[in-house]
């Protein structure tokens, strides 16, 4: 190729892409729908008869974030689970609501909610659209009743007219007001990880991501499954009792073998969503893996896979292997999910 | 009353009666069946926040709420055969400051029926139906007029709450909460106590219920809400003020399954204030 050719050539791509960069939209903030990740198991959430559409998505994250939720007006959703934290309250142990009263759990992540099969810490509610009642009506978080939102957004400006737009009338009826909710929550999914990047081929983990992975793969996987993470169960992963003596799956089922277990929880994004565990009680990762190397106690219903063939409690870990491990739990931060522009309101 | 008269009265309604017997009946055509609920402490009617009760334990106490759900409601015709209501039409909430919500009215095909059956709470199937799929009573975003008669934090309805004051509960208050419900929870892995309790009634003794089109036959149940307080477990205002989502609140349900009984059945009912 001449040279000047391939420099015209050059000049040419240059101009096209910088005028491509301007008239083409962002594309993290184009609307698909609920695309479910080719590596992904198919969700629970019936996502065939409640498809979503932009406008109830759009709806559903302007309820998300509407204080009017609330009693007295002043606690959102999005108080509590904020975006920049993976959905959690970042630096709080436990949750704060209306009139600043104390919840005595960690607000978990809402990510990937498409895949669970109940939520809370103790899987109490089994259906996504049930869900948003509870912190509706937990005293202290917002304290407020769904026919009473539901008249707040009947005498709105806006609201009724945003009703109309997701689902042809104007009504607002409650369990609209819910499949709204969860329109919003089930496209708030997190995909883009360094770790999916290396699953799809497009990267590949450095030497010690690599080591980890495989530390990973025999020591945790078997609870916090791949690729979301957590295989839904409930387990008693051998945490004292908290000062409350919160006894997890057992409040639901009284089913005495469910004492103090709680459901696995997903390990995408911690970066951003400590502190960990139920009730929040160790703030970094490293604490978590001295948790599982030296303070796993047995209240009776501690997971067999953590008791060892010789008697002893918990995981062995080299320091090595713990090194190795916080290089590998770094690749499940997914930046993408944390900044993306279509969650945000 | 003239002797005479009375037994002229008597004649017409024998032969109203055997009139009634001996119409065919036409299946294609529906009736209206309601059963009443009639919510007894004891010997006395229910009276919330005035009447003065006392349990087995001697323990007197006042009725504040009461209210519990009644749906699956079947019926058995002479030939044994039996009749679904269908579902979608078979849910009630009995409430008891409300005297109008004491009717479960339903439609079944003309026929003479011997035995009634019903669920005192939620199916499980409708336990975990989609929310568009409740609608009415069962809406778990209702307040029900203030019933609050679903769990949001363990997902499923209260199927019978009772609440009252009894000075054999400690603390200032005196208050007794008896919420019951769970179904048995949606995840078979990991199930949660089930107090769906199913009662079948035979009204041969207080007269079977003849159904025709363009009438209705009201089966008039006494309810003795005592029963649920007293029997198989004799409940203790004093040790157990409080049940809710807990292992005692087996005993209240194995009680309040012994709460109804068939008094009467009124046929031929042409409107509801002959009731």
Known sequence: ?345 | MNKNIFVAILAISVMACSKDNNTATDNNAKGVLSVEFDNIVGNKTLQLNTGDYINALGQSFKITRLQYYISNIKVTNEAGVEYVVPQDSSYFLILGDDRSSRFAKVNVPEGDYKKLSFIVGVDSLRSTMPVENRTGVLDPTGDHAGAGMYWTWNSGYVFFKMEGTSDAVPGAAHKFYYHIGLYGGSDPASPTINNIKEISLDLTQGGISQVRSGFRSNVHLLVDVLKALNGQTNVSFAEKPTVMVDEYSRNIASNYVHMFAHDHTENGVKDESEL
Request: proline fraction near 5%.
């Open chain 1, 1 to 345: 190729m001449k040279k000047a050719a391939f420099i015209a050539g050059l000049l040419l791509l240059v101009v096209a892409c910088k005028k491509g960069a301007e008239v083409l939209p962002d594309l993290s903030t184009l609307f698909t729908g609920f695309i479910k990740p080719a590596d992904f198991p198919d969700p629970v959430y019936d996502v065939v008869a409640n498809p979503v559409s932009e406008a109830q998505f759009e709806l559903g994250k302007k309820l998300f974030n509407d204080a009017r939720l609330s009693r007295n007006n002043t606690i959102a959703c999005s108080s509590c689970h904020i975006q920049s934290s993976g959905f959690t309250q970042h630096g709080h142990d436990v949750s704060h609501g209306v009139d600043d009263r104390l919840g005595t759990r960690n607000s978990p992540q809402i990510m990937n909610l498409a895949w669970n099969k109940a939520f809370f810490w103790d899987g109490g509610v089994t259906d996504l659209d049930l869900q948003p009642m509870a912190p509706i009506e937990n005293p202290v978080e917002m304290d407020e009743k769904v026919p009473n939102i539901l008249e707040k957004l009947r005498a709105d400006s806006k609201y009724p007219g945003l009703f109309k737009d997701a689902y042809g009338t104007d009504e607002i009826t409650s369990s609209r007001f819910l499949k709204s909710l969860s329109a919003y929550m089930i496209m708030l999914i997190s995909d883009q990880s360094k770790y999916d990047s290396v699953r799809r081929k497009q990267a590949i983990f450095t030497v010690a991501e690599q080591r980890g992975y495989t530390v990973f793969k025999k020591k945790c996987a078997s609870c916090h499954t791949e690729p979301l993470f957590t295989d839904h169960s409930y387990r008693n992963n051998g945490l004292a009792p908290s000062a409350i003596n919160d006894l997890g799956r057992y409040s639901i089922t009284l089913n005495a073998s469910d004492r103090y277990k709680f459901k696995v929880p997903s390990l995408r994004n911690l970066q951003y969503t400590g502190p960990f565990m139920h009730d929040g009680r160790i703030l970094n990762l490293a604490g978590v893996l001295d948790h599982y190397t030296g303070e796993v106690t047995d209240q009776g219903t501690l997971d067999p896979l953590l008791k060892q063939a010789d008697g002893s409690l918990g995981i062995s870990l080299t320091d090595a292997d713990k090194s190795d491990l916080l290089s590998f739990l770094n690749t499940l931060n997914d930046h993408t999910f944390v900044r993306n522009k279509l969650f945000e309101p």
